[in-house]
Structure formats: structure tokens, C-alpha cells
């Protein structure tokens, strides 16, 4: 999610410029959330979005062993480097697997329970500035976006294959995108002469297909549709509230876990998820009662809303821009049952 170039790491934490993995790729609020997870020399993390390896390096550095998680063969490759390059050895385990499986992940390697849990969700810079991978509107490339080999489908299937009715209603769900008829309209009416395979195409055409004062925003047109897209192929909300309960799991008492997310969906889910547990808001419907006393607590809020980055971490890095932390402590009461059902009945699971 983050690119740029940062700075060398000297002086006062809180003042230096962010660190950065070798790519350039700067790894967003990691100050913040390094303070967030309370960190003590041989505490056992898990980083369950490797991405760029930069938390992971912050976290080593600090004297802690981290699993790393990432869905990504590309990410984890280059975490098998990374490692080798800075002989980290046993401190760096790196698991190529989808967070929302770490629980498993970790009971199979006898590494339960943990001290703390990080995720950095979103795309990483190397995956959006590879064409071959699809993400980018501002690379030509084929319309893949498949963060992993675990992902049902790829944008493609979803752009040649749905109709026109729910392309409009993920378009406008996940992109937030008000103008998700016209272009669900257009994606329909050009497919009838041939399908639409690449992101250039695919991007001209939401362009065309918007009104002109949108044509020249800030914002690329495409940014909403493409984000839409990359959510359902790869599942990123069900994903998400499966990975919280997972960590829920996986947390020994006292421990901490962060969530940076970059999405007004994701960080409600965080919100929610963690109110819930927290025993700030009632899991069932407030139209009907609760017959059950509910839960005890599983989590402490640290804070009660999120931390966002400061002007110099916007300027440094604008993709900074609408991240989001919250952090909490796990208590010693049972992770909670999870009776939620799907996050979102059409697109998720
Ligand atoms: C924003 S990057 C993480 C950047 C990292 N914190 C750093 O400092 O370099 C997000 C990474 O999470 C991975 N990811 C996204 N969803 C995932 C999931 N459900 N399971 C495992 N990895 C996931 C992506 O493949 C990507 O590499």
C-alpha cells in the first residue's frame, strides 16, 4: 500500500523519517504501531501481512521472533531473501498462507499462543507496481488481481461474467462509487463486441463511462472500480473478520493486537469487531432483546478511536493518507463464538 522514498533510520524514533524495506516500499503508522503492541525482547508476533517486510524488520530489530504471514508466493519469496540476506535464521518464520488461517497455521507448528498480532491490510506496493499482477490502472497488464493461488477467481471473470445489476451493486458496495450504474452499463455494452481483458481497458472505459468534471479529478476515474474489484476477488472483508477471529484465538492474555486498515469497510469491521468484544456493543440486533447474558469481555481498548498518521507521514507518503490503527489487549476470558455468519451475503463469505 505504501511507496515512496524515506530517509535513514537515525536519531529520535518519533522524528526520523520512516524506514523503508529495500523496494522503497514504507511501511505506514510503524511508530505507532510498534508502541501499539508493547513489545519485549523474545516476544513470539505475528506480522500477518509480510507485504514489503517492513514491519517484520522493525519487529526483529526490536529483539522480537515473528511469524510472518502473507497469501502472497511473491511476498514470501522475497521475505526467503530477506531473511538469508540478514541472517534473521529461526527469528523469521514465514508462513505463505491467508491470515484468516493463522490460528491452524500456528497450532500446526506448536506456537500457540502469541504475544501479539499485527495486520497491514491492503495491497502492497510491489503487487501494484508489477503489471503481470493486474492491480494497477496505471500499468497495461492482464485484469488478474489474485493477491494468491487460494484467491476463486480473478477480475476478469468478474468483469466478462456478472451482470449488469450486481457489477453495479459491488461497484457502488465496495468502490463507494456513486456513479457504479453508468459504468456497470458501459462494461456490459462493451463486452458485447469483446471481452474486456486488460486494465488499460478496462480503465479507459470507467473513464469514458463517467461524468467529465469526474474525468479530471485528483483521483484517477478507475481508483473505485478497481478497488471494488480487488476486494471480491480476493474475498478482503470475509477475510478480514475471519483473520480478527483467528487472532482472538491465537492471543495469550495481555496480549496485543493492531490493525492498520486503509478502507471506510475495513476499519468498520475492525471497529466493530473490537466494540463487540470489548462489551461496548451488543453482538445480536438491538431490535431484539439479548436472552443470553453475553459474553465476558475478551478485549481491552487501549483507545477508543483510531490513530491516524500525522501531516509529516502524509506528506512523506501519500498513500499514508486514510490509514487507520486501533489497537487492543487481550483479556483472559474465551475467545467468543463466532455465530456472525457471512460479512456480506453476495460478494463475501
Ligand atoms: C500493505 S501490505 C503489508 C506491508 C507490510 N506491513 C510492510 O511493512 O512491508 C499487505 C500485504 O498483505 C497481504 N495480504 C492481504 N490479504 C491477506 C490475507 N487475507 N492473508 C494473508 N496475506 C494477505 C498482501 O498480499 C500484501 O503483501
New binding site residues.
Given amino acids: 500500500?505504501?511507496d515512496g522514498n524515506g530517509g535513514k533510520d537515525d536519531g529520535d524514533a518519533r522524528a526520523r523519517p520512516p524506514a523503508i524495506?529495500p523496494s522503497g516500499?514504507i511501511?505506514?503508522l510503524?511508530q505507532e504501531v510498534l508502541s501499539a503492541l508493547a513489545l519485549a525482547p523474545g516476544h513470539r508476533i505475528v506480522?500477518?501481512?509480510?507485504?514489503?517486510?517492513?514491519?517484520?524488520r522493525a519487529l526483529l530489530e526490536a529483539g522480537a521472533d515473528v511469524i510472518a504471514?502473507?497469501?502472497?508466493p511473491q511476498?514470501i519469496a522475497r521475505g526467503r531473501e530477506m531473511r538469508e540476506r540478514e541472517g534473521w535464521g529461526e527469528r523469521l518464520r514465514l508462513v505463505e498462507?491467508?491470515?484468516?488461517r493463522l490460528y491452524e497455521e500456528l497450532a500446526e507448528r506448536d506456537l500457540l499462543p502469541v504475544d501479539a498480532v499485527v495486520f497491514?491490510?491492503?495491497?502492497?506496493s510491489?503487487?501494484l507496481d508489477e503489471a503481470a499482477r493486474g492491480f494497477s490502472f496505471r500499468h497495461e497488464g492482464p485484469l488478474d488481481m489474485r493477491?494468491?493461488r487460494d484467491a476463486a477467481m480473478s477480475a476478469a471473470e468478474i468483469v466478462n461474467e456478472w451482470d449488469e445489476a450486481r457489477l453495479a451493486r459491488l461497484i457502488r458496495r465496495y468502490g463507494e462509487e456513486p456513479a457504479a450504474g453508468r459504468i456497470a452499463r458501459a462494461i456490459v455494452r462493451a463486452r458485447a463486441n469483446a471481452p474486456i481483458l486488460t486494465t488499460r481497458a478496462l480503465a479507459e472505459l470507467v473513464a469514458g463511462a463517467l461524468p467529465p468534471a469526474r474525468r479530471h479529478g485528483r483521483i484517477h476515474p478507475a481508483t473505485r472500480t478497481f478497488q471494488a474489484l480487488r476486494m471480491a476477488v480476493?474475498d478482503?472483508l470475509g477475510?478480514?473478520r475471519r483473520?480478527l477471529v483467528a487472532a482472538e484465538r491465537a492471543l495469550r492474555a495481555g496480549g496485543r493486537l493492531a490493525v492498520v486498515s486503509f478502507h471506510s469497510l475495513e476499519d468498520r469491521i475492525v471497529k466493530r469487531f473490537l466494540a463487540e468484544r470489548a462489551g461496548r456493543i451488543a453482538g445480536a440486533s438491538r431490535h431484539r432483546p439479548q436472552l443470553i447474558a453475553p459474553p465476558a469481555p475478551s478485549f481491552r481498548l487501549l483507545k477508543s478511536g483510531a490513530v491516524r498518521p500525522g501531516a509529516e507521514e502524509i506528506a512523506a507518503n501519500p498513500r499514508a493518507r486514510s490509514a487507520r490503527l486501533r489497537f487492543a489487549e487481550r483479556l483472559d476470558a474465551p475467545a467468543h463464538d463466532e455465530g456472525d455468519g457471512p460479512i456480506d451475503e453476495e460478494f463475501g463469505s
Fill in positions: 500500500m505504501h524495506g516500499h511501511p505506514v510503524l506480522d500477518a501481512t509480510f507485504g514489503g517486510g517492513g514491519y517484520a504471514f502473507d497469501r502472497d511476498a498462507s491467508s491470515f484468516a497491514d491490510l491492503g495491497v502492497s510491489f503487487q493477491m494468491g480476493n478482503e477475510q478480514l483473520g
